[in-house]
């Protein structure tokens, strides 16, 4: 099974600061990569996936994350944080023609002003 | 606008009771899947369905129990069986079971008093 590790559980940054979530997974083959974003008492929401192709992988709201086959990583990174981003982010991993998504425990970012 | 329903958004038990969790979409997504949330520990998967009629255990599925006899709705009842059952329930659905995206409803806050 799956395993994903999402380093710092609360991340604190400055309005306008880069943002970085680590994502670190473990799989013998490439899997299929997530970021989901959660605002309080809702449901998670895909901010960008990455299947095959390009490693580097565009999303919503600015978002960008990085496949790294070498360092089994997924980091998801945005350059400028906007207050609006304050939420909790979460990494899910899944092997190809897996049924199953493996979720990190999450991190949950804030935002200074 | 399709999407996934879920109902009620909080729901409160007293302890020896069964209770149903609604999860209705209208996306035609053939798989459909429950997660608990608990804080710091990201999503588990209760239980799955890929296709109408068949329906597979998760990871966590005791005390737990669900039906699917209409490809839009996948009803989870949680029994009296469920020692912890205090938790935020996520639904979710994907076009093909496995690694294609999942989209998730906006959840039901389950509280045992």
């Known amino acids: 099974a799956q395993s994903v590790t999402q380093l710092g559980s609360h991340v604190s940054v400055s309005e306008g600061a880069l943002v970085l979530l680590r994502c670190n997974y473990s799989?013998?083959?490439?899997?299929?990569l997530f970021w989901y974003v959660q605002y309080p008492n809702q449901g998670l929401q895909l901010l960008l996936k990455?299947?095959?192709?390009?490693?580097l992988v565009k999303g919503i709201n600015g978002f960008e994350a990085e496949f790294k086959k070498s360092e089994t990583s997924f980091h998801l990174t945005k350059p400028s944080a906007h207050m609006s981003d304050a939420a909790e982010y979460f990494c899910?991993?899944?092997?190809?023609?897996?049924?199953?998504?493996?979720f990190g425990a999450g991190t949950t970012v804030t935002v200074r002003a | 606008d399709g999407g996934i329903t879920q109902s009620p958004k909080y729901l409160f038990r007293k302890e020896g009771q069964n209770v149903t969790l609604s999860c209705e979409q209208n996306?035609?997504?053939?798989?459909m899947y429950w997660y608990r949330q608990d804080p710091g520990q990201g999503l588990r998967l209760i239980y799955y369905?890929?296709?109408?009629?068949?329906?597979q255990k998760g990871d966590i599925a005791e005390g737990y129990s669900v039906s699917r006899e209409k490809k839009e709705s996948f009803p989870l009842t949680v029994t009296s069986a469920q020692k912890n059952p205090t938790a935020f329930y996520l639904c979710?659905?994907?076009?093909?079971?496995?690694?294609?995206?999942?989209?998730f409803g906006p959840g039901t806050r389950l509280t045992v008093l």
């Open positions: 979710a659905s994907s076009i093909v079971p496995g690694t294609d995206t999942q989209y």
């Open positions: 799989s013998s083959v490439p899997p299929y």
């Open positions: 990455y299947t095959t192709g390009a490693t």
């Open positions: 899910a991993v899944s092997d190809p023609g897996d049924y199953k998504l493996s």
């Open positions: 996306l035609n997504h053939d798989a």
């Open positions: 369905s890929q296709i109408v009629n068949d329906f």
